[in-house]
């Protein structure tokens, strides 16, 4: 079973950058698709990025070219770089893994705002 912790978030002001982390506590999150997806305040849970096992990446439109998907796999983590952030990025971000069984973490929150 894997278990996964993501870090990373917070305020920051309209075209920051933050990068999240989604690190696995048990498990080797490698071998894994590994997901990004956000929920903000009254709004369905959204998809923004995938990374596959060999590296392959996969972005929604609404992130494509600001953000950036990657893994270390020494670290067992996968990251998000969110650069030009926008107050319309402001939600909760999860990550996910696997497929069937598929693993959360608890999320972390990002606040745009000035």
């Known amino acids: 079973q894997v278990q996964l912790v993501e870090s990373g978030g917070g305020l920051v002001q309209p075209g920051g950058s933050l990068r999240l982390s989604c690190a696995a506590s048990?498990?080797?999150?490698?071998?894994?698709?590994t997901r990004w997806y956000r929920q903000a305040p009254g709004k369905q849970r959204e998809w923004v990025a995938t990374i596959g096992s060999g590296g392959m990446t996969n972005y929604a439109d609404s992130v494509k070219g600001r953000f950036t998907i990657s893994r270390d796999n020494a670290k067992n983590t996968v990251y998000l770089q969110m650069n030009s952030l926008r107050p319309e990025d402001t939600a909760a971000y999860y990550c996910n893994a696997g497929l069937s069984p598929l693993y959360w973490g608890q999320g972390t929150q990002v606040t745009v705002s000035s």
């Open positions: 048990r498990g080797t999150l490698s071998i894994y698709i």
